[in-house]
């Protein structure tokens, strides 16, 4: 079972809450987040090394605050209107720079955020100014810069800890109000998933954290050595925090107001472990890596071909596990290396190709396009025409239907490309799912048809649709009597309404449903537009 992050407390009800999860660590110095180069990797320490016993127990809780926040959520099966508002909480830690550190999905989404002081009685108003949903981190500054002059940052580890080495949590979790300090160890340093495709850095360990830990920072000795972000559902004592190294690279590509976009290696690979496959690459003991099943096409320039062998990143070797070597006593997944190599967007890659070994530069963009995009703190486009309502498919609108064993089956046997292109890639630049968001609202026009949400539009009227932005163009330029649209998959009936009849009825739809607007603002101009003669 995947982790899920901790569910900030809904404040008045004291009950979890979190959002969805899609999916699916570094050694640098103190607490700046300067741009120059990534310092070299420091040796750890033996492994169970215990740290120094805390010295400045006050200071270490005096830069843990209480974050509150008033959230509205999309809907994305009613994507004209927001999620009612709800009040969560969760936990920050001050930063250099006048900062509070905290994880994304406490604040995403949110309308108002506030703050508190350990033993303080007061709110202070705070702002988002830089955030990532893949990795699950987020940095508040706030109106009144005072409240830093009493409440000094938390020094960031500058090595990543070794397993067995002692942690205390601080957070503000469900079960009382006052700050909660929980002890356990470092069980356990991987490479792993975040929200899908991001992955990272990830500590496992066993002191308890819930629902209102999200943001806390887990401490050894002195220093924060990561933050509190996640738990594994139906387990007992399996926490998982972002270790520093995650959270350096994510403060320095954001310093400047930048979107943070992690560079990756997506390539579909295999090992190497099977006797015959070395065989047939003809990969004697000398060659270790990983075998390139798929190249990723996404990737302009991508110098990698099916059957490659990925023996080296940079000068570390890949072992036919996949794993690499970065301690004498951790070993992880050889992506991890894409972080550590990356310089302009380019990681160097050794690679045995047809009895032969050569160096090539892997190109390892941040962003990785996906056919069902994740919101990202955004709300969903949408289009009402007449009883229908169109949207784009997103990463929530399958997760709201993914949960469902049945639905998922019967998507599956109509071949719907919700599931069947699940984790697809766009097969051309701008390419969305449309689909029928919402079922239909009542109107005559949709007499005897079947309901239509999570279909997805093939044609109109015999044109193939894009994305949503071309639907609205086919839609707003159709001067035919009748509009005809046509369904992916098997088993789909296909609709056939009166265009002006459609037109003539939206008005109506609108307020007798309550919807302010017939569209979303990005898409506005495109209905309203002159067509070019």
């Known amino acids: 079972m995947p982790p899920v992050p901790l569910a900030p407390v809904p404040f008045r009800l004291l009950i979890g809450f979190g959002l969805a999860v899609l999916g699916w660590p570094s050694i640098y110095g103190d607490t700046g987040a300067g741009n120059g180069p990534m310092p070299a990797a420091e040796p750890a320490r033996p492994e169970g090394a215990l740290h120094p016993a805390p010295t400045t ?4 809780e005096n830069a843990v605050v209480k974050v509150f926040a008033t959230t509205r959520t999309p809907e994305p099966y009613q994507p004209w209107t927001k999620a009612q508002p709800r009040e969560i909480s969760g936990t920050g830690v001050v930063i250099d720079g006048h900062r509070i550190l905290t994880n994304a999905h406490v604040v995403l989404y949110a309308s108002q955020i506030q703050v508190q002081a350990n033993r303080s009685g007061d709110k202070l108003s705070a702002h988002v100014v830089a955030v990532s949903p893949g990795i699950d981190l987020a940095v508040l500054t706030l109106d009144d810069t ?3 002059d009493t409440h000094p940052p938390i020094k960031r580890a500058s090595i990543l800890p070794s397993v067995k080495d002692p942690v205390l949590v601080y957070g503000f979790p469900t079960g009382g109000t006052s700050l909660s300090i929980t002890k356990g160890i470092v069980s356990r340093i991987e490479f792993s998933g975040y929200n899908f495709p991001v992955s990272g850095l990830r500590i496992q360990i066993d002191a308890a954290i819930n629902a209102g830990n999200s943001g806390g920072p887990a401490v050894a000795g002195d220093a924060m050595v990561g933050l509190a972000f996640s738990h ?5 004592n399996i926490g998982y925090i972002i270790p520093c190294e995650e959270i350096e690279l994510f403060l320095r590509g954001t310093a400047h107001g930048e979107k943070y976009q992690k560079p990756g290696l997506y390539d579909e690979v ?4 099977n006797p015959t496959l070395r065989a047939y690459l003809k990969a004697g003991p000398e060659i270790t890596g990983m075998v390139v099943t798929h190249p990723d096409a996404t990737v302009p320039g991508n110098p990698l071909r ?22 004498d006593t951790l070993r992880v997944s050889f992506r ?12 160097p890659l050794q690679v045995y190709r ?12 941040g962003d990785h396009p996906l056919l069902l995009a994740d919101l990202q703190g955004a709300y969903p486009s949408y289009f009402v025409f007449g009883p229908l309502v169109f949207s784009a498919a997103t990463a929530q609108f399958f997760a709201g239907i993914g949960g469902n064993a049945s639905t998922v089956d019967a998507l599956a046997a109509m071949d719907n490309p919700l599931v069947t292109r699940r984790g697809d890639s766009p097969a051309f630049p701008g390419e969305q799912l449309v689909v029928v968001s919402s079922p239909f609202f009542p109107h005559d026009s949709a007499k005897g048809y079947d309901n239509a949400t999570a279909s997805v539009v093939r044609t109109i009227n015999g044109i193939p649709i894009k994305n949503l932005r071309h639907l609205v163009e086919v839609l707003r330029d159709c001067r035919d009597e009748y509009l005809r649209i046509e369904f992916a998959g098997r088993n789909r009936e296909n609709l056939v309404f009166r265009r002006a009849e459609l037109a003539a009825a939206t008005e109506e739809i ?9 569209t979303s603002p990005d898409l506005a101009k495109v209905w309203t537009a002159t067509v070019a003669k």
């Open 510 to 518: 609108l307020n007798d449903n309550g919807i302010r607007s017939q």
């Open 270 to 273: 295999q090992t190497l472990q």
């Open 57 to 60: 127990p006050v200071r270490l």
């Open 336 to 347: 991890y290396m894409v972080q550590k190599l990356a310089q302009n967007g380019q990681i």
């Open 354 to 365: 047809a009895g032969r070994s050569l160096a090539v530069s892997m190109p390892v963009p």
């Open 232 to 236: 594994l559902g139906g387990a007992e």
């Open 146 to 148: 005072s409240f830093f």
């Open 306 to 327: 099916q059957w490659d062998i990925v023996t080296h990143l940079g000068s570390v070797p890949v072992a036919d596990d996949g794993m690499v070597s970065i301690t």
